[in-house]
């Protein structure tokens, strides 16, 4: 872009257009690097106050369960499981339903109007701020689930997953109501990608004698496996990092327990709990578990790249 | 199925005339909503020989075309009136399942559209989906070969088919509508975007493969309907009474016929590149 070949131009440009294209060059330039240089100040920062926490605590951190601001103990292993299974539990669910969706929405199984509308539903699920979910867990997800939760125990109580006996917060309505948060995000992206598939591509498998479902599984949904990925993985950091819902609804304890009925607590509910009367080396154990978050963000980004990019081949 | 029952205007030549029809219609009238598209159409396509469609932009040819193996149907407006008889079987009674249609009538399309998947995996698509019991490999090499593409590809076959030159691609495409072995191959346009090599190929391509199917092509190009074809139906567009354009069927005939001595004026206009 920057290399401009004198030769090639065929009416000489006033010194106006020159300057204003080489400061828009410029100012593109810096937003880019802006971005950047904000992203690694955010890390830097977090390293820097995370350092005591380091320097105490070093990888034991990640497999301590203590979390005990009086003796100065801390471990992080509750809430980074916390962290994972509730985010597990939402892409379990949000993936198949969110895609699902997409692929209704983008077929001709509804007339245009209608599927416009759902469409716009959809999309106006993300927009609902999350501590309203938070409020609707509370007063109308928990009391339903409260039920399924009871019927687990008593018919499933066997099975580690269900083992305990439910007490309305916990890692389950967590994962539900990230499952509602996350729909919105894979589903419009996946209904966009599928959207924007060439028509040649069902009119070809179409015309060999496939039917419409194998059409959608065997073609439209692998040549827009990409976007899907794509929007699995920018769901997964949503859910990853969503606080205010998941903290009324998942019961902040700082233990490690298997069963989905039991309270737990992520990392991003940790923090906004305790940052505001937090002090000295609990700052930094803070700090430490938001540097972890972090870590475990860009895992998940570089892992959904590696994804595309085997898919990509053809 | 009887010859007997063709339409008296069908083609003369005794050749044409001894071979069954693989597909007719009579009194075809095709509509997207309340346009119609086509009107009235009466014709009939031999067995194992190459029918050309020729016709100014618009005229319906695809349209027509389309209705041969039913992709019509994922038009939502689409609707038609008349018969369509593949080998005497209404192809739009109730009790027709279009999928397997579709399974009989290929189709090739104009734009090279192959799957992103591997060459391979474009190949053998039809028959996965029909859940063909045989070799796959074999089914790939043979239907590779009758597409002459084999040579150049047979060792890329995990390479995506998206990789091709245009021309490949759309060989590939004729390989993947002959590996279902389908009676009949609709072509739309099939070398409208190729180069006059590729063209070539696939014009040869055509001569190997009317031995085993009957082949309707659709074509802007008249030495090449001249080239390929037995038989050459030439439409038309005229303004209907309430002022919308429908095409309609001019004449249908052997395609030294319409070349060299047709019947009406507006065909002999058209072949001879006098068309306004
Ligand atoms: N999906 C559709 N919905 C409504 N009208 C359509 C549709 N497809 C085609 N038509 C109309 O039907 C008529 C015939 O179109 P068709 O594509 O069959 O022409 P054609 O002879 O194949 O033309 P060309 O040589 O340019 O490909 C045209 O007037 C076109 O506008
Ligand atoms: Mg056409």
Same mark, same amino acid.
């Given at each position: 872009m920057t290399v401009r070949n004198p030769s090639s131009v065929t009416r000489p440009r006033s010194d106006t257009e020159r300057i204003l294209d080489q400061s828009f060059l410029w100012l593109t330039r810096l937003l880019a690097y802006a971005i950047a240089a904000v992203l690694l100040a955010i890390a830097f920062q977090v390293l820097v106050q995370s350092l005591p926490a380091i320097q105490r605590f070093g990888v034991g951190f990640i497999f301590s369960q203590d979390w005990d601001p009086v003796k100065e103990s801390y471990g992080a292993l509750p809430m980074i499981y916390g962290t994972l299974v509730s985010a597990l539990i939402a892409l379990l669910l949000a993936v198949p339903i969110g895609v699902g969706i997409a692929v209704f929405l983008s077929e001709n199984f509804l007339p245009l109007q209608v599927r416009t509308v759902l469409v716009f539903l959809v999309e106006l699920? %993300? %927009?609902?701020?999350s501590v309203v979910y938070g409020l609707w867990g509370i007063f109308v997800l928990i009391p339903i689930l409260r039920g399924f939760g009871v019927w687990l125990f008593e018919n499933f109580g066997w099975f580690p997953l269900f083992s305990t006996q439910p007490s309305g917060p916990g890692m389950l309505p967590a994962g539900v109501i990230l499952t509602i948060m996350i729909l919105p995000i894979i589903t419009a992206i996946s209904r966009d990608s599928l959207a924007s598939l060439p028509p040649e591509l069902r009119q070809a498998s179409i015309g060999l004698g496939a039917t419409r479902w194998e059409t959608i599984i065997r073609v439209l949904i692998p040549a827009a496996f990409s976007g899907i990925v794509g929007a699995v993985m920018l769901a997964l950091g949503r859910a990853m990092g969503e606080t205010m819902a998941v903290t009324m609804l998942i019961g902040n304890a700082n233990t490690v327990n298997v069963s989905l009925l039991a309270p737990g607590n992520t990392i991003a509910s940790l923090l906004a709990n305790q940052f505001a009367e937090a002090s000295g080396l609990q700052v930094a154990a803070l700090m430490y578990a938001g540097l972890i978050l972090f870590v475990l963000t860009f895992i998940v980004n570089i892992f959904a790249e590696l994804v595309i990019l085997k898919v990509k081949k053809f | 199925m009887n010859p007997q029952d063709r339409p008296s205007h069908s083609v003369g030549s005794p050749k044409a005339a001894s071979a069954t029809p693989v597909l007719e219609t009579r009194n075809l009238n095709i509509y997207y909503g309340s346009f119609l598209a086509v009107r009235e159409v009466s014709m009939s396509i031999p067995n194992n020989q190459v029918t050309a469609f020729i016709g100014p932009s618009g005229c319906g040819k695809s349209t027509l075309l389309r209705c041969f193996n039913r992709l019509n149907d994922l038009i939502e407006t689409f609707r038609v009136e008349g018969d369509l008889n593949y080998h005497g079987q209404n192809l739009y009674a109730p009790k027709v399942d279009a999928v397997d249609v579709r399974r009989r009538i290929g189709m090739v399309f104009q734009k090279p559209n192959p799957f992103p998947k591997s060459i391979y995996e474009n190949v053998v698509y039809g028959a996965r989906v029909n859940g063909y019991k045989g070799d796959l490999d074999e089914l790939v090499e043979r239907s590779l070969t009758q597409a002459a593409l084999w040579d150049e590809v047979k060792d890329k076959?995990?390479?995506?088919? !998206?990789? !091709?030159s245009g021309g490949q691609q759309q060989r590939l495409c004729i390989a993947r509508t002959i590996a279902v072995q389908p009676e009949v191959v609709l072509m739309d346009e099939p070398c409208a975007s190729l180069d006059p090599i590729s063209t070539l190929k696939i014009e040869e391509l055509m001569h190997e493969l009317k031995q085993q199917y009957t082949i309707v092509i659709v074509t802007h190009n008249m030495q090449q309907a001249s080239r390929v074809s037995d038989v050459t139906a030439f439409f038309n567009v005229r303004l209907t009474d309430t002022g919308k354009r429908s095409g309609y069927l001019v004449e249908h005939d052997r395609t030294e016929n319409i070349f060299?001595?047709?019947?009406?004026e507006s065909t002999q206009e058209y072949v001879s590149g006098r068309f306004g």
């Amino acid at each position: 872009m920057t290399v401009r070949n004198p030769s090639s131009v065929t009416r000489p440009r006033s010194d106006t257009e020159r300057i204003l294209d080489q400061s828009f060059l410029w100012l593109t330039r810096l937003l880019a690097y802006a971005i950047a240089a904000v992203l690694l100040a955010i890390a830097f920062q977090v390293l820097v106050q995370s350092l005591p926490a380091i320097q105490r605590f070093g990888v034991g951190f990640i497999f301590s369960q203590d979390w005990d601001p009086v003796k100065e103990s801390y471990g992080a292993l509750p809430m980074i499981y916390g962290t994972l299974v509730s985010a597990l539990i939402a892409l379990l669910l949000a993936v198949p339903i969110g895609v699902g969706i997409a692929v209704f929405l983008s077929e001709n199984f509804l007339p245009l109007q209608v599927r416009t509308v759902l469409v716009f539903l959809v999309e106006l699920l %993300a %927009a609902i701020p999350s501590v309203v979910y938070g409020l609707w867990g509370i007063f109308v997800l928990i009391p339903i689930l409260r039920g399924f939760g009871v019927w687990l125990f008593e018919n499933f109580g066997w099975f580690p997953l269900f083992s305990t006996q439910p007490s309305g917060p916990g890692m389950l309505p967590a994962g539900v109501i990230l499952t509602i948060m996350i729909l919105p995000i894979i589903t419009a992206i996946s209904r966009d990608s599928l959207a924007s598939l060439p028509p040649e591509l069902r009119q070809a498998s179409i015309g060999l004698g496939a039917t419409r479902w194998e059409t959608i599984i065997r073609v439209l949904i692998p040549a827009a496996f990409s976007g899907i990925v794509g929007a699995v993985m920018l769901a997964l950091g949503r859910a990853m990092g969503e606080t205010m819902a998941v903290t009324m609804l998942i019961g902040n304890a700082n233990t490690v327990n298997v069963s989905l009925l039991a309270p737990g607590n992520t990392i991003a509910s940790l923090l906004a709990n305790q940052f505001a009367e937090a002090s000295g080396l609990q700052v930094a154990a803070l700090m430490y578990a938001g540097l972890i978050l972090f870590v475990l963000t860009f895992i998940v980004n570089i892992f959904a790249e590696l994804v595309i990019l085997k898919v990509k081949k053809f | 199925m009887n010859p007997q029952d063709r339409p008296s205007h069908s083609v003369g030549s005794p050749k044409a005339a001894s071979a069954t029809p693989v597909l007719e219609t009579r009194n075809l009238n095709i509509y997207y909503g309340s346009f119609l598209a086509v009107r009235e159409v009466s014709m009939s396509i031999p067995n194992n020989q190459v029918t050309a469609f020729i016709g100014p932009s618009g005229c319906g040819k695809s349209t027509l075309l389309r209705c041969f193996n039913r992709l019509n149907d994922l038009i939502e407006t689409f609707r038609v009136e008349g018969d369509l008889n593949y080998h005497g079987q209404n192809l739009y009674a109730p009790k027709v399942d279009a999928v397997d249609v579709r399974r009989r009538i290929g189709m090739v399309f104009q734009k090279p559209n192959p799957f992103p998947k591997s060459i391979y995996e474009n190949v053998v698509y039809g028959a996965r989906v029909n859940g063909y019991k045989g070799d796959l490999d074999e089914l790939v090499e043979r239907s590779l070969t009758q597409a002459a593409l084999w040579d150049e590809v047979k060792d890329k076959l995990k390479t995506s088919g !998206l990789a !091709l030159s245009g021309g490949q691609q759309q060989r590939l495409c004729i390989a993947r509508t002959i590996a279902v072995q389908p009676e009949v191959v609709l072509m739309d346009e099939p070398c409208a975007s190729l180069d006059p090599i590729s063209t070539l190929k696939i014009e040869e391509l055509m001569h190997e493969l009317k031995q085993q199917y009957t082949i309707v092509i659709v074509t802007h190009n008249m030495q090449q309907a001249s080239r390929v074809s037995d038989v050459t139906a030439f439409f038309n567009v005229r303004l209907t009474d309430t002022g919308k354009r429908s095409g309609y069927l001019v004449e249908h005939d052997r395609t030294e016929n319409i070349f060299q001595n047709p019947k009406e004026e507006s065909t002999q206009e058209y072949v001879s590149g006098r068309f306004g």
